[in-house]
């Protein structure tokens, strides 16, 4: 057979059978407008993307805007929805300033691409989120993976640099296992070693600090000149979207240089206009961060575990992929939705059953899940 007869695609019959061998196949769930399970497997933490204010948000910016942003934020796709949105955020999270993104996936590869370079080291945890490894790798910086939540590591690697710039990356709440990032040691380090901090709160915003305002600013770190945030609008905020916030001249330099910003479609009205209106439902009742972390409790218990989690993430490890998908699989059919994460999201030997406390869950609902999860993992 020549070569020009074979499929330039037919590796991907191989990859594919590896895949289901390993039990790593992936595939897409229809969601229903109202489900019949109880869904622990979401991010809505703050049990806000159905809410009906933030619904009314959504339709009130459709209505002045349109449904489209019609542009770049550069060219036409700037509101004055968006700019408020940013002057809360940042008002809310402690930052001098914020710029909006169309997702956090962009906020994060638009920040740490335009926040680095040739001249610059960046240090990233190894277990951050896939859009800091990207932005890492886009950086065109040198890059050291510093052992999970290694601050000696992260110090050895910034005495050691030759770049006379260096980036340290970490996530406040690590989405696997929702731990929490040693940020407090993280920024005396970068401090001592003239480092520029990202923090990822994608996990923090709604659940942890005051009210939600996320761990930088529960440790009192919100504002510092070395620090900068990144978040998304789509998990407690229960809308799309994400935020990269920080001191003035961040905002400006990310105007001007971050890609994911210049050349993306802006934010669409209605994603900003529920954003803005999920905030406000947080500012006004602070209460909902610390209900997230009571029913994670509750989930916690149900699952055996007698301490206290310090996010909306349980964490729940089986060990093998097939364990985990059985599992997932044996609750499903009790009716709960649990998540799974299986490699190359997590590392070998550790694929788990994952799931996501929020606000709203009713006493009757989190005793359904108590009734499931302990009768499934008995016999896991």
Same mark, same amino acid.
């Given at each position: 057979m020549t070569r020009a007869a074979?499929? *330039?695609?037919?590796w991907l019959d191989d990859v594919e059978r590896d895949r289901r061998a390993a039990s790593l196949r992936r595939g897409l769930r229809t969601r229903e407008a109202v489900e019949a399970d109880l869904d622990l497997a979401r991010n809505d933490y703050l049990g806000l993307a159905d809410h009906p204010a933030v619904a009314a948000g959504a339709v009130a910016a459709v209505q002045t805007w349109g449904t489209g942003s019609t542009g770049s934020r550069l060219v036409t796709g700037n509101t004055a929805? @968006?700019? #408020?949105? #940013?002057?809360?955020?940042?008002?809310?999270l402690g930052a001098a300033s914020a710029l909006v993104f169309s997702s956090g996936y962009t906020a994060n590869l638009g920040a740490v691409v335009a926040l680095s370079g040739p001249d610059c080291l960046l240090v990233s945890d190894e277990l951050n989120h896939a859009s800091l490894v990207d932005g890492c790798r886009l950086s065109r910086s040198a890059v050291t993976i510093a052992g999970h939540c290694d601050v000696d590591a992260v110090a050895a690697a910034l005495a050691a640099r030759t770049q006379p710039r260096a980036v340290v990356l970490t996530e406040s709440v690590f989405s696997t296992?929702?731990?929490?990032? *040693?940020?407090?040691?993280? @920024?005396?380090?970068?401090? +001592?070693?003239?480092?520029?901090?990202?923090?990822?709160?994608? @996990?923090?915003?709604?659940v942890r600090g005051d009210g939600g305002r996320g761990l930088v600013h529960e440790l009192g770190l919100a504002g510092a000149p070395d620090i900068v945030i990144t978040a998304t609008l789509s998990k407690a905020l229960g809308s799309q979207g994400g935020v990269v916030l920080g001191p003035a *001249?961040?905002?400006?330099?990310?105007?001007?240089?971050? +890609?994911?910003?210049?050349?993306?479609t802006g934010l669409n009205p209605a994603a900003v206009g529920a954003a803005l209106a999920a905030l406000r439902l947080l500012a006004a009742e602070p209460a909902l961060a610390s209900a997230v972390l009571d029913n994670a409790a509750a989930l916690a218990r149900a699952c055996g575990q007698q +301490?206290? *989690?310090e996010s909306a993430v349980v964490s729940v490890i089986l060990g093998a992929p097939d364990v985990a998908l059985a599992a997932?699989?044996?609750?499903?059919?009790r009716g709960v939705r649990v998540g799974v994460f299986r490699p190359p999201t997590v590392p070998e030997g550790t694929s788990r059953l994952r799931l996501t406390a929020r606000a709203s869950l009713t006493p009757a609902e989190l005793d359904?899940?108590? +009734?499931?999860?302990?009768?499934?993992l008995a016999g896991s």
């Open positions: 074979v499929s *330039p695609l037919s929805l @968006h700019e #408020e949105l #940013e002057t809360e955020l940042a008002g809310f296992d929702g731990g929490l990032a *040693p940020l407090a040691e993280l @920024h005396a380090t970068c401090r +001592r070693h003239g480092a520029l901090l990202i923090v990822d709160e994608a @996990h923090g915003l709604g *001249p961040v905002r400006a330099h990310l105007i001007d240089a971050a +890609r994911t910003f210049i050349f993306d +301490r206290r *989690p997932a699989a044996a609750c499903l059919d359904l899940a108590a +009734r499931v999860l302990a009768e499934v």
